[in-house]
């Protein structure tokens, strides 16, 4: 791949980033059943065995006394416990060891949960290829037909997407450019991760992944 320098080569790199993280943010969203959905103000449970004496704006009113007491007792709240999607600074990245086999490369991308909460992925995360001189490489990320899902990662546990490429030239390829380091945008995230990556990159610079999915390994 020919390089740029200077101001040129800044430019290339912002567009790309821009690309990537465009598709990113929109294949890491929930999809509409992993939505929490908040249920309507004033709706209380109905009374099991066909007692209605506390029905009504009476009723209404016990059971918000009922529930102030208990918040108030427990001293914390469901917006204090709920789980957030993890962000950039809350991960780690690695790529892990690699399956080589007539030309074909297959690896774990790898991220882990480095902070003290528990937060969770979903979907695909973006891709872009460095080589040793600082410079982007054309990087073709091909998302794989497999339907994304949560993955929830306690303190220090990690998810994976399978990453795949050729090593072997084709069509009109002479040679393959070989990365050095991989930028790495979680799902739904702005800032990336970078972390080595050592691999000739054939097919014009595609690589396959597939989305994240609980555990380190394929």
Same mark, same amino acid.
């Not at 704006?57 to 208990?70: F, Q, T, V």
């Given at each position: ?138 990087? #073709? ?20 997407? #399978? ?56």
């Amino acid at each position: 791949m020919k390089r740029s320098s200077g101001a040129g080569r800044l430019t290339a790199l912002s567009t790309m980033m821009a690309g990537v993280l465009m598709a990113s943010a929109a294949c890491g969203s929930l999809a509409p059943s992993e939505r929490s959905v908040t249920p309507a103000a004033g709706a209380l449970p109905q009374v099991a065995g066909g007692d209605t004496r506390l029905a009504g704006p009476k009723a209404a009113s016990a059971d918000a006394r009922l529930a102030g007491s208990a918040a108030a007792g427990s001293g914390s709240s469901g917006a204090e416990t709920a789980v957030e999607r993890c962000r950039t600074g809350a991960l780690a990245a690695r790529v892990g060891a690699v399956d080589a086999g007539a030309g074909q490369r297959y690896a774990p991308l790898v991220v882990t949960n480095r902070s003290a909460r528990t937060c969770w992925v979903y979907g695909f995360v973006g891709l872009i290829m460095i080589d040793r001189n600082g410079d982007a490489l054309r990087t #073709r990320t091909r998302r794989e037909s497999v339907q994304p899902h949560r993955v929830t990662l306690r303190p220090g546990a990690g998810a994976h997407a #399978r990453l795949h490429w050729t090593e072997v030239p084709s069509g009109r390829e002479t040679r393959c450019p070989a990365a050095a380091r991989l930028m790495i945008i979680p799902p739904d995230e702005v800032a990336h991760l970078e972390i080595p990556f050592t691999a000739a990159v054939c097919d014009d610079g595609r690589l396959d992944i597939t989305p994240m999915a609980p555990g380190t390994r394929l």
